[in-house]
């Protein structure tokens, strides 16, 4: 039900609350399994999906690099983390940004919105429905 993009096998939401990244969303198969039971079929879609993800977070504007990460240690779900590090933010790189984006203030809700909005469309671009 949070999702901002979706299809028939993949979901992407961002995080409950704005946070101090311009952009934070997760993807995550609609089939509960890890990694490891990822069946053959999604599997195939992982690699592109990961590469448009990336494009439509760097489709907000002022986005350097947008780090992807799989954490979920206790977890058997399969979800894959998206961060948005802004440009001209260099203390932001490597796994700094997971920390820093716990540290910063949150964006306004208001940009946060606007922000997965504009990845919701980018991803609806290429198929897929956005729900923003």
Do not use: Y
């Amino acid at each position: 039900e949070d999702a901002i993009w979706s299809d028939e096998h993949w979901l992407v939401a961002p995080l409950p609350k704005p946070s101090g990244l311009p952009v934070v969303v997760l993807l995550h198969p609609r089939e509960h399994c890890d990694l490891g039971g990822l069946p053959l079929e999604r599997q195939s879609e992982l690699g592109p999906l990961i590469v448009r993800i990336e494009r439509a977070v760097v489709a907000v504007g002022n986005i350097e690099r947008v780090h992807v990460g799989r954490w979920g240690d206790g977890s058997e779900h399969l979800h894959f983390w998206f961060m948005a590090r802004p440009a001209r933010m260099p203390q932001l790189r490597t796994s700094f940004a997971a920390i820093w984006d716990d540290i910063l203030p949150p964006v306004p809700e208001e940009v946060w919105r606007a922000n997965n909005a504009v990845v919701a469309r980018a991803l609806a671009a290429g198929g897929g429905r956005a729900h923003v």
